[in-house]
DNA sequence: TTGTATGCGTTATCAA
DNA sequence: TTGATAACGCATACAA
């Protein structure tokens, strides 16, 4: 039925082997018989079958991304991310939506999909703390984010602490004192909330303001509707703040659209910055300031990490952790009249 | 290295065929011999090789989704879906972006891709009338969109023109009557930018409302940016719109951050209505009202009928078009006060 | 520089 | 109900 390398090898006189050779680009092939063999596969339409090719050198070519979901814009573009910079390297993905589920987070990690792919690129959200023995993976992974520190394997992640603590200083440096955190997952130590609110309260410290909890909103999943809920809830447990520090930008956007939503100005009532430098941000009323947490450096990283792990020996794996660098983005929710 | 079906039918002491019956759930075997089977399986941890399965099937469980780029809302949610309603008939995504560049919408006809996948679901966005050849893949494909109209394969679309006359239909019930129209692709007709055009037009005509093209707005990609430089264009020849349909939300949302930032009030100055659905418009300022052109339902669609493709013979191949079901969401940005 | 032979791990065919 | 054995299409020692 389909084409063979068999039958392109009979077409062009020559053994199923330098077929092979030539497709391959193996380079000690005579010119006259590269060309013959592919005219060869010209003429059939021959296609290599990359199943077969996949069960020989057990190789697939296909890494895993498995992350919480694509319609968050944060993830979406990460995946953009990933993907480009997997298909520079000859990769391709296959994403892996686990619903921010613990059990499909699980599932992820049994290795399913070990003989599909060669490798994992995961981004947990279920999984944290105390985990840590989940991630002892017999094949090549690396974690994306923070929910754990110190695990056994590849991590790269960004500058939670000192980005979040930047960001609020930069609120703070505008005058505002009553600065309101959205997203806050009371309890927690080690994911982003913990780390962005640990540099929140930081920023507050050194510059001697007290924090207030009446200015913390709670948010479980970070999207638009939790940030809007969030802000609602500051607003209406009576607390005025003259700024948000929402910790990423879904958020920021719900946060923002609540507060104009009770006729306060953004951001001449309340300034608003948020985390992650979604394009969404870009093209909001106002525009979103923001903490680019260097996303596609995180990309290129984690790809080229795995990569690296892919080729390496299993033996001499010593985990490394990658910071990717971050920078805020002025834009008009906090400075009046910026693009 | 890795535990075969070998080792476990070894381990069991069975054949190796009797394992690939219990793996494969084939009903006549004796309990005893499955439950034999299953403990060795655990024992062992052993994991079914797909590759080889793959080899041996022709199949890989894996379908194909070839789209211009995740970071852009729509197509994100739109994968989203697509992954949700794959899973639920047990089949993996792979994505592939194509940039809306025309080689690489070529490249993922040709099916390169052909033998890791069963088949695809393809979005093009360069690709357009007079390529109807193009589409005569010798693999199951399913098409999304409307750049190509009876062409030789299954095509999963919505009402456009409809759903513009009904968005455009719904302005003028507000007693708006110079509607901008924004992402005007002048020339096009059986792109998505044409066919709503032409619905937006029959609107006017019906109304009897002369259309003016000092409002139309040309945006080739429907970005956020170019709904912005679109509007600005409009509002720059000296137009003065009392309302705008943009053709999709992410111009819509840009069109309505460049008119707000003229000091242009939205909804009372003007109102203003997308296309998609996209969850952005839920929490934009104010918030968007749009068209929802069905999304859930074409990715169940698309899916449902890859499946048949793949299953059924290549020879009753009768191309069918399926339109999904739209309605207009009212938000906002054309209603003051609405949510 | 090219050819031959073997096996990757599974499923399908046919018998038993 | 189970087993022996031959493919699936390719890559790779090893030879020539």
Known sequence: MAVTMHDVAQRAGVSIKTVSNVVNGYPYIRDTTR?????AIEDLGYQLNV????????RTG??????????????AELADAVIVAAEAQ???VLIEQTSSERSRELEVLSGARRHLTDGLIFSPLAIGAGDEDLLRVDFPMVLLGERIFHGPVDH???HNVEAARAATE??????RRRIAAIGVHTGEVVGSAGLRLQGHLQALERAGIPADPALFGEAGLWHRATGASAMAAVLDSGARPDAVFAFNDAMALGAMHELQVRGLRVPADVAVIGFDAIDDGIYSTPSLTT???????IARTAVALLVERIAGKETDHVPVQVYADYRIL????TVPGAP
Chains 1, 2 share one sequence.
């Open 35 to 39: 060309t013959k063999v592919l005219s």
């Open 156 to 158: 790269v992640t960004m």
């Open 330 to 333: 002025e834009r008009g929710s």
């Open 291 to 297: 903490v680019d947490p260097g996303r596609e450096q």
């Open 170 to 175: 930069y609120l703070i440096g505008l005058g």
């Open 51 to 58: 199943t077969a090719r996949n069960l020989r050198t057990g």
């Open 62 to 75: 296909i890494i895993g991304l498995a992350l919480p979901e694509l319609s968050l814009p944060y993830f």
């Open 90 to 92: 000859g990769l391709t």
